[in-house]
């Protein structure tokens, strides 16, 4: 076991600012330790005490941190788990509803962006966060408040709140092995980026309460959903937000897609969902809303007009794709394509019922050697054909 160099003085009392879960400040008793050298060395951060991590301090080891413990972080100070290759560490803080794990800014005026939080990288294993307040961080942009690549964890019933930026980043090949439960209050931006590949795994009963134009961002350098598989995206208080093209397909079965009734996906800039894109691999998307809970293809800009995003294109290994009670808007950036391309799929691969395609800037619909039932389809202000071959 390691033991931390801690400040003499308040070597029998530290008392501190503590940030609770009201934002009542409140003044607990315990010992105060400087964290400012790597750990290399297994530890437990015990209850009561405040931990007050200095720089970047990088972890090789793991650590278990006891409900009621409060980790400060000083001015751009992070904590980094494996940071280097071959090397291992893990990180359990599981609070209690009465003794969540407050991780804080050491300023004594905290404000969004003072320190650069949590850091997991590729030999980060099994950590765990659960009712634990992750405040005041973000300072590195890149990576918010929590930040993950080639790695897993669970987190459950956390508080994330005060975060300039984004909250939580999520990379290359990352995931949650759990994500439910979660609370985000005054995230500047995104509450969570991910790739499209991973964002099955945010679990039910988060509230994500996102400032205008942000939500689940689907970040864009991992657009290929090439692993074979079936996933779904889940509802959400917030939108997925797709600013460039995401590609549904793999070899064999490929990838079926499903996105749950009731979903909002919000595109922008180059935004475009395509199914079956390469040759010889298939894909599959089923978006199956329903008339009480549709599911809402739609623009992200700030001022709504037509043409904002491309929109939904199918290709010839697109077959059993299944669309109904779906509203397509603001589409149609790219005349060639419409708001909805079907390319070289033959007849009736793609079923779209009981659905609306409304304010595109080209055609609603475009087929190209492919043909389909569009007859439950309403059409609404569209500056092209309702449905016109290429």
Not at 88 to 99: E, Q, V
Request: charge should be negative; glycine fraction near 10%.
């Amino acid at each position: 076991m390691k033991f931390f160099r801690f400040n003499t003085l308040l070597a029998l009392m530290a008392i501190t600012i503590f940030f609770g879960c009201d934002d009542k400040k409140e003044n607990p008793v315990g010992l105060l330790f400087e964290i400012n050298e790597d750990i290399t060395e297994n530890t437990v951060w015990l209850s009561g005490n405040i931990y007050e991590v200095s720089g970047l301090v990088r972890v090789d080891a793991d650590i278990v941190i006891e409900p009621g413990t409060t980790i400060r972080f000083k001015k751009d100070a992070a904590l980094e788990l494996a940071y280097w290759d071959d090397t291992y560490a893990t990180l359990k803080a599981i609070g209690t509803p009465d003794k969540p794990i407050l991780f804080t800014s050491a300023s004594a005026t905290p404000a969004p962006g003072d320190h650069g939080g949590i850091r997991l990288y590729k030999g980060a294993s099994d950590c765990e966060f659960s009712h634990c307040i992750f405040e005041y961080g973000g300072s590195d942009e890149f990576c918010g408040t929590v930040y993950m690549i080639e790695t897993e964890a669970r987190f459950s019933a956390n508080q994330f709140r005060h975060a300039e930026g984004n909250a939580i980043i999520l990379k290359e090949n990352a995931e949650f092995t759990e994500f439910s439960g979660n609370e985000f209050t005054n995230i500047e931006m995104h509450p969570v980026t991910i790739y499209p590949y991973s964002a099955h795994t945010i679990g039910t009963g988060n509230i994500f309460s996102p400032n205008y134009r942000y939500g689940i961002y689907l970040d864009g350098a991992g657009y290929e959903m090439n692993k074979a598989g079936n996933y779904t995206w889940a509802a959400h208080d917030a939108p997925y937000v797709i600013t460039d093209e995401i590609r549904v397909n793999a070899e064999g079965n490929g990838v079926s897609l499903t996105i749950e009734p009731g979903t909002t996906l919000k595109f922008s800039n180059n935004g475009k969902l395509s199914v079956a894109y390469w040759e010889g691999q298939n894909g599959k998307l089923i978006a199956e809303g329903t008339a009480d809970s549709p599911i809402i293809f739609t623009s992200n800009e700030p001022t709504v007009q037509k043409g904002d995003w491309d929109g939904l294109i199918f290709y010839d290994g697109c077959i059993g794709s299944s669309l109904s009670h779906c509203q397509i808007n603001f589409a149609g950036r790219n005349d060639y394509h419409g708001a909805f391309l079907l390319y070289n799929a033959g007849n009736n691969s793609v079923s779209l019922t009981h659905s609306r395609i409304a304010h595109s800037k080209s055609h609603a619909i475009r087929v190209y050697q492919s043909s389909m039932d569009y007859s439950t389809v309403l059409f609404e202000d569209n500056d092209g054909d309702d449905y016109s071959e290429l």
